[in-house]
């Protein structure tokens, strides 16, 4: 059975950093597409940063010098670091598994979600 489970997310200040983690289990994220998405009310989700390969990493452009997707293949876990944080990165995150090598940028093109962590930043 395919299980993400995020954790990490949480409340804090402009500027401040916070970590996400996504734990997966049922498969090997290095035989898939790993990414983080985040949604806010009334909107789609958004791709954030994606991973696949050996290190191979996508980002959206407004975060792609603040973000940094990575993944550890003995714990089957990817992470998010989240740096100089803005008011408009509060959002649910979510991770998400692509079980094919190849990665999109398209929420539907993704088949298995985590339930999903808060991330609030406050001025």
């Known amino acids: 059975q395919v299980q993400l489970v995020e954790s990490g997310g949480g409340l804090v200040q402009a500027g401040e950093s916070l970590s996400l983690s996504c734990a997966a289990s049922g498969f090997a994220i290095n035989s898939a597409a790993m990414a983080w998405f985040r949604q806010v009310p009334g909107r789609g989700r958004e791709f954030v940063a994606g991973i696949i390969g050996i290190n191979i990493t996508r980002y959206l452009d407004s975060v792609k010098t603040r973000f940094t997707i990575s993944k550890d293949s003995a714990k089957n876990m990817v992470s998010l670091r989240m740096n100089n944080l803005k008011l408009e990165d509060t959002a649910i995150y979510y991770c998400?598994?692509?079980?094919?090598?190849?990665?999109?940028?398209?929420?539907?093109?993704?088949?298995?979600w985590g339930q999903g962590t808060q991330v609030s930043v406050s001025s």
């Open positions: 998400a598994a692509r079980t094919s090598m190849v990665m999109f940028r398209s929420s539907q093109q993704y088949d298995y």
